[in-house]
């Protein structure tokens, strides 16, 4: 997942996930999503861009096309390299946690917007 921002307390963000599902009765489900939205930020930065990796949970029993689509959070806080944060893409979120992050971004960040489904591919798997 790739987020980036522009606006020093306030401004636009944008987001673009790669996402993959569980394996669940031999499918799995990809999905390529992008977006875009309003962030407010404490930092000192104007502009931001920066890539992690969630686990996002969703409350269905299995992977749905119309699941991921829609609505996008954003909350956290980042230092260079780590960050403390929350992802939300559509119906699944992930759990708050520190992770890695590849890019510049320096503060507290919320961001809401809404993504629409750029790909999908359903694939076999085991």
Not at 14 to 28: K, L, N, P, V
Not at 29 to 56: D, H
Request: net charge negative; hydrophobic share 40%; proline share 4%.
């Amino acid at each position: 997942m790739v987020i980036g921002t522009a606006g020093a307390g306030a401004g636009v963000a944008s987001i673009g996930a790669d996402c993959t599902s569980e394996c669940i009765g031999g499918r799995q489900l990809r999905q390529r999503l992008a977006g875009v939205g309003a962030q407010a930020n404490l930092g000192p930065l104007v502009w931001s861009a920066a890539a992690s990796t969630y686990v996002l949970e969703d409350p269905y029993p299995a992977p749905y096309s119309w699941s991921l689509p829609g609505l996008w959070t954003y909350a956290g806080g980042s230092a260079v390299f780590w960050s403390y944060s929350r992802l939300q893409l559509g119906a699944a979120k992930s759990k708050w946690g520190v992770g890695e992050q590849i890019g510049v971004d320096v503060g507290l960040d919320a961001m809401t917007g809404a993504t629409v489904k750029v790909s999908e591919e359903w694939l076999s798997c085991c």
